[in-house]
Protein backbone atom coordinates (compact mmCIF):
# COMPACT_ATOMS: atom_id res chain seq x y z
CA UNK A 1 0.00 0.00 0.00
CA UNK A 2 1.41 3.48 -0.55
CA UNK A 3 1.36 6.13 2.15
CA UNK A 4 0.63 9.92 1.72
CA UNK A 5 3.28 12.11 3.07
CA UNK A 6 3.03 16.44 3.79
CA UNK A 7 5.41 16.60 1.03
CA UNK A 8 3.34 15.23 -1.32
CA UNK A 9 -0.20 16.17 -1.12
CA UNK A 10 -1.25 19.71 -1.29
CA UNK A 11 -4.29 19.24 1.02
CA UNK A 12 -2.81 18.78 3.92
CA UNK A 13 -2.32 22.36 5.63
CA UNK A 14 -0.63 23.67 9.09
CA UNK A 15 -3.28 25.18 11.20
CA UNK A 16 -2.03 28.38 11.67
CA UNK A 17 -2.34 28.51 15.73
CA UNK A 18 0.16 25.37 16.29
CA UNK A 19 3.05 26.02 18.17
CA UNK A 20 5.39 23.19 16.34
CA UNK A 21 6.67 22.13 12.80
CA UNK A 22 4.96 19.47 10.88
CA UNK A 23 7.69 17.68 8.93
CA UNK A 24 6.03 14.74 7.45
CA UNK A 25 2.43 12.93 7.52
CA UNK A 26 1.86 9.35 6.91
CA UNK A 27 -1.62 8.04 6.14
CA UNK A 28 -1.59 3.92 5.36
CA UNK A 29 -3.75 3.11 3.15
CA UNK A 30 -3.72 5.50 0.95
CA UNK A 31 -3.08 5.21 -2.89
CA UNK A 32 -4.50 8.32 -3.87
CA UNK A 33 -1.75 10.68 -2.64
CA UNK A 34 -0.18 9.99 -6.22
CA UNK A 35 -2.72 12.38 -7.54
CA UNK A 36 -2.88 15.17 -4.66
CA UNK A 37 -6.48 13.52 -3.47
CA UNK A 38 -7.87 13.37 -0.28
CA UNK A 39 -7.20 9.60 1.61
CA UNK A 40 -10.10 7.09 0.57
CA UNK A 41 -10.64 5.41 3.81
CA UNK A 42 -13.97 2.56 4.14
CA UNK A 43 -16.10 2.08 7.10
CA UNK A 44 -15.17 -0.38 9.40
CA UNK A 45 -11.19 -0.22 8.60
CA UNK A 46 -8.50 0.94 10.61
CA UNK A 47 -6.24 3.35 9.30
CA UNK A 48 -2.92 3.89 10.70
CA UNK A 49 -1.51 8.01 10.42
CA UNK A 50 1.88 8.65 11.57
CA UNK A 51 3.33 11.99 11.92
CA UNK A 52 7.12 13.71 12.66
CA UNK A 53 6.99 16.81 14.56
CA UNK A 54 9.01 19.35 16.48
CA UNK A 55 7.19 21.50 19.57
CA UNK A 56 8.14 24.68 20.47
CA UNK A 57 6.94 24.26 23.99
CA UNK A 58 7.38 20.89 26.46
CA UNK A 59 5.34 19.15 28.54
CA UNK A 60 4.90 16.28 30.45
CA UNK A 61 1.78 14.74 29.28
CA UNK A 62 -0.31 15.85 26.11
CA UNK A 63 -3.54 14.95 24.91
CA UNK A 64 -4.77 14.26 21.31
CA UNK A 65 -7.52 13.81 19.00
CA UNK A 66 -8.45 14.18 15.50
CA UNK A 67 -11.56 16.50 15.16
CA UNK A 68 -13.87 17.15 12.43
CA UNK A 69 -13.66 20.34 11.44
CA UNK A 70 -17.01 21.12 11.19
CA UNK A 71 -18.43 25.06 9.91
CA UNK A 72 -19.41 24.91 13.79
CA UNK A 73 -17.32 23.38 16.11
CA UNK A 74 -14.94 21.07 16.09
CA UNK A 75 -16.50 17.23 16.65
CA UNK A 76 -14.23 14.63 18.07
CA UNK A 77 -13.83 11.65 16.14
CA UNK A 78 -14.59 8.55 18.28
CA UNK A 79 -12.70 5.14 19.58
CA UNK A 80 -9.40 7.20 20.06
CA UNK A 81 -7.41 7.47 23.35
CA UNK A 82 -7.11 11.55 24.08
CA UNK A 83 -3.50 10.14 26.12
CA UNK A 84 -1.32 11.30 23.26
CA UNK A 85 1.58 9.73 25.45
CA UNK A 86 0.28 5.95 24.05
CA UNK A 87 1.20 7.40 20.74
CA UNK A 88 4.41 9.52 21.23
CA UNK A 89 7.04 9.90 23.79
CA UNK A 90 6.34 11.93 27.01
CA UNK A 91 7.59 13.91 28.35
CA UNK A 92 7.96 16.34 24.78
CA UNK A 93 10.71 18.83 24.87
CA UNK A 94 10.99 22.39 22.97
CA UNK A 95 12.77 21.72 20.26
CA UNK A 96 13.13 18.05 19.71
CA UNK A 97 11.85 16.41 16.80
CA UNK A 98 9.14 13.58 17.76
CA UNK A 99 7.08 11.12 16.01
CA UNK A 100 3.58 10.05 16.75
CA UNK A 101 1.62 6.90 15.36
CA UNK A 102 -1.91 6.30 15.97
CA UNK A 103 -4.59 3.56 14.39
CA UNK A 104 -7.73 5.52 13.71
CA UNK A 105 -10.73 3.15 13.72
CA UNK A 106 -13.10 4.64 10.73
CA UNK A 107 -16.49 3.55 12.04
CA UNK A 108 -19.59 1.91 10.18
CA UNK A 109 -21.93 4.73 11.87
CA UNK A 110 -19.40 7.19 9.99
CA UNK A 111 -21.28 9.04 7.01
CA UNK A 112 -19.78 8.34 3.77
CA UNK A 113 -18.17 11.73 2.79
CA UNK A 114 -15.52 14.22 2.42
CA UNK A 115 -13.86 15.25 5.94
CA UNK A 116 -11.71 18.11 6.69
CA UNK A 117 -10.13 17.29 9.99
CA UNK A 118 -7.70 18.98 12.26
CA UNK A 119 -5.06 16.79 14.06
CA UNK A 120 -3.96 18.00 17.56
CA UNK A 121 -2.07 17.48 20.41
CA UNK A 122 -2.07 20.19 23.98
CA UNK A 123 -0.69 20.07 26.91
CA UNK A 124 -2.36 21.79 30.23
CA UNK A 125 -1.59 25.16 29.36
CA UNK A 126 -3.23 25.12 26.11
CA UNK A 127 -0.24 25.28 24.21
CA UNK A 128 -0.90 23.21 20.69
CA UNK A 129 0.51 21.65 17.77
CA UNK A 130 -1.61 21.08 14.90
CA UNK A 131 -2.43 20.54 11.25
CA UNK A 132 -5.29 19.58 8.64
CA UNK A 133 -6.42 17.39 6.13
CA UNK A 134 -8.93 15.71 4.34
CA UNK A 135 -10.02 11.85 4.30
CA UNK A 136 -12.85 10.48 2.21
CA UNK A 137 -14.56 7.78 4.02
CA UNK A 138 -16.60 5.46 1.45
CA UNK A 139 -18.65 2.42 1.99
Not at 7 to 16: E, N, R, W
Not at 36 to 52: I, Y
Not at 101 to 108: G, N, Q, R, T
Amino acid sequence: MRTCSLDSISHILPDTRSNCTIHEVYIDPCKESAEGKPCKLKRGVVGNMTFHYTPSFSSEKIQGRIFWASQVMDIPFLGMSPDACLSTSCPIEAGEKNTYHVEVPILKKYPVRTYDLKWKIWNEEEQECCFMFQIKITK
